[in-house]
């Protein structure tokens, strides 16, 4: 299986992390080729070139049954052309788990020679992996004829997490990349609108990237008070922060199936969020979240304040966010659909 590093930051570390010591390793004999890590760029060069001649070595010498790659757009998926090259050399059967969710427009964006890399890439995989329905309905732009698999990404459950909140502030979380795409420089003008109407309330925004930017706006508006920022978190201080919040706000402007989303329901927390990619599946509209349009600051304050005005309508929420996790999005299923790929992707091969 080609991985980032499972220290780094994103949703695929994420989604990776819980493969290790899982059913699947029961089931496969599993190794792990970490491709990527949080450094700086020399040492992400050594590592890719350390990751392709371990690859080079198990082909050489064990020859795999299987190649789980994943993958993204941009630099991950030139990362990844190596090894899918290789493996299709050796006639190694190729899983692309593709997660990125701007893998489309890469695609549509690209000129005839990119699109043809493409295109070539996608055709020596026995199966593509897409995280949702509408991925695999956007991924239709990519001419290839290698089959497309839903394999939604998945949610740990914590069920002792869920209970009425009585405490304030009220605690609005945030985890991920502050970028534009994240919806992140919106956060200013929400919470203007939110706090005009409750000032009791604190954005908690755990994440890496331009949080300076955003930073320098919030007290340019006088907001930077409502605000704080813990920075990437993980394990113990992740676990802290979803107990303690009130609701999961990701006003995204694009999306696969977030992991983070999946996160919070499995910590039974009503979500707010942009209703783009895959995100309609896991968000039901007044009844575990509310969704909006990107960049629909109104509709996102006013979400956020029906929720923490309301304990017990935010209690209600959580409990669906936590049942529909649980019942659709369990690590349990997760994999248990990753077993049943395998095996198929085994049996044309033999």
């Known amino acids: 299986m080609i991985v ?23 089931q496969f004999q599993m190794k792990y080729i970490e491709t990527y890590c949080d450094r700086n760029k020399l040492r992400k060069i050594f590592k890719a070139i350390g990751a392709y001649f371990a690859f080079l070595k198990e082909v050489w010498f064990h020859k795999p049954d299987l190649l789980h790659v994943h993958s993204s757009f941009g630099g991950s998926f030139y990362r990844k052309l190596p090894f899918i090259r290789l493996a ?20 549509t964006n690209a000129g005839k020679r990119k699109q043809r890399l493409v295109e070539k890439c996608f055709d020596q995989c026995a199966c593509l992996v897409v995280l949702s329905q509408e991925w695999q309905e956007k991924l239709a732009v990519v001419k290839t004829d290698t089959p497309k698999v839903v394999v939604e990404n998945y949610s740990a459950i914590h ?14 979380l945030f985890l991920g990349f502050i970028t534009k795409l994240k919806g992140c420089f919106d956060l200013p003008a929400v919470a203007a609108e939110v706090t005009k109407e409750y000032g009791d309330i604190r954005f908690i925004i755990a994440g890496s ?33 979803l107990k303690s919040a009130d609701l999961f706000f990701l006003p995204s ?41 990107p960049g629909d600051i109104e509709a996102f304050s006013n979400a956020i304040l029906a929720i923490v005005k309301d304990r ?24 248990e659909k990753l077993s049943t790929l395998y095996l198929r992707v085994l049996s044309k091969e033999n």
């Open 209 to 241: 990237g331009d949080a300076e930017t955003l930073q320098s706006r919030l007290k340019t508006q006088g907001l930077l008070q409502y605000f704080q920022f813990p920075g990437w978190v993980r394990n113990d201080e992740k676990d802290a922060l």
């Open 159 to 172: 069920k002792e997490c869920l209970r009425v909140k009585n405490e304030t502030p009220k605690t609005v």
């Open 312 to 335: 017990d309508f935010a209690f209600k929420m959580g409990q669906k966010s936590l049942q529909k996790a649980e019942e659709s999005y369990s690590l349990k299923s997760h994999l």
């Open 88 to 107: 299709s050399r050796h006639k190694i059967p190729i899983i692309n788990h593709i997660h990125g969710s701007e893998i489309a427009e890469f695609y």
């Open 4 to 26: 980032p590093s499972f220290s780094a930051k994103g949703g695929i570390a994420t989604v990776v992390s819980g493969y290790r010591n899982s059913d699947l390793e029961k």
């Open 253 to 293: 402007y694009t999306e696969g199936m977030p992991m983070s989303i999946l996160e919070a329901m499995g910590y039974g927390l009503p979500i707010v969020a942009s209703n783009v990619g895959g995100i309609p599946q896991l968000v039901e509209e007044n009844v575990n979240g509310f969704m909006a349009d």
